[in-house]
């Protein structure tokens, strides 16, 4: 079930949002999209085709789950295996964003095997450009 914005609700009750529609129609605001729909669980997704290690045509599909209400990841990933287009390497990220502020806080990304500069790279793609930690912060508040 997709809505206007290309948002859908994904198996795992998640919004999985494309992170144009976060730059576009939210000015590059997780915590204003996150306002408008009511939803506190968002997986951004973002799909990438680029030159690695001399190859060209690699393409990647970058998914990032920012939850409040899950305690475990493997639901968001499962999804977004399901949702990964063909021929697209999956990578996937969690931002357990009820944990901010605290000690046990961190950001899991998947090991896809191409190096984790590649992958954190495209991971704090979507982080900078959807703003995910002034979300995290003003929603945690």
């Given at each position: 079930m997709t809505?206007?914005?290309?948002?859908s609700a994904g198996m795992s009750g998640a919004h999985f949002v494309p992170l144009s529609t976060i730059t576009g129609l939210y000015k590059g605001s997780l915590e204003a999209y996150m306002r408008d729909t009511g939803c506190r669980d968002v997986v951004i997704t973002m799909q990438?085709?680029?030159e690695v290690a001399g190859s060209k045509g690699n393409r990647f599909f970058v998914a990032l789950g920012v939850t409040w209400n899950f305690d475990s990841s493997e639901p968001l990933?499962?999804?977004v295996a399901a949702?990964?287009?063909q021929a697209h390497?999956?990578?996937f990220?969690?931002?357990?964003?009820h944990?901010?502020?605290?000690?046990?806080?961190?950001?899991?990304?998947d090991d896809i095997g191409v190096g984790d500069t590649l992958q954190n790279g495209m991971v704090a793609e979507i982080i900078e450009q959807a703003a995910v930690e002034a979300a995290g912060m003003a929603l945690t508040a």
């Open positions: 809505d206007n914005d290309g948002a990438v085709t680029m990933a499962d999804a949702d990964c287009p390497k999956c990578l990220g969690w931002v357990p964003a944990r901010f502020g605290q000690d046990d806080f961190g950001i899991y990304i």
